[in-house]
């Protein structure tokens, strides 16, 4: 129903910038929360940051808060990460998730994400 598809990721020294796009097709309008997730080598998967459709309501993992910023643009149907001063323990892989279930908030658990994207490679060097 829907599918999704990032980009932007890459190789960059710490203390650089990146910006992660996702780009949404499908039933976009079913949309609810969507919102990135990382998994690093030898990590279990993390929430970093979500956006609700409905309120624009954002919330980030405290790791990243003041580092990065979640927005999307409705017009093109895309969601963005913009990251900045980027540390090495920010290197993983990182995909973007959709819940198209109204819950009045975006959920923190992984397993209400149905749709996801392939995954980008950031990789932050010291």
């Known amino acids: 129903q829907v599918q999704l598809v990032e980009s932007g990721g890459g190789s960059v020294q710490a203390g650089g910038s990146l910006r992660l796009s996702c780009a949404a097709f499908?039933?976009?309008?079913?949309?609810?929360?969507i919102g990135w997730f990382r998994q690093a080598p030898g990590k279990e998967r993390e929430g970093v940051a979500r956006?609700?459709?409905?309120?624009?309501?954002?919330d980030y993992v405290d790791s990243v808060k003041g580092r990065f910023t979640i927005s999307r643009d409705n017009a093109k149907n895309t969601l963005y990460l913009q990251m900045n001063s980027l540390k090495p323990e920010d290197t993983a892989i990182y995909y973007c998730?959709?819940?198209?279930?109204?819950?009045?908030?975006?959920?923190?658990?992984?397993?209400?994400?149905?749709?996801w994207g392939q995954g980008t490679q950031v990789t932050v060097s010291s």
């Open positions: 998730a959709a819940d198209l279930r109204w819950r009045g908030f975006c959920s923190t658990d992984q397993r209400n994400y149905n749709y």
């Open positions: 499908g039933y976009t309008d079913r949309i609810y929360c």
């Open positions: 956006i609700s459709t409905d309120s624009g309501s954002t």
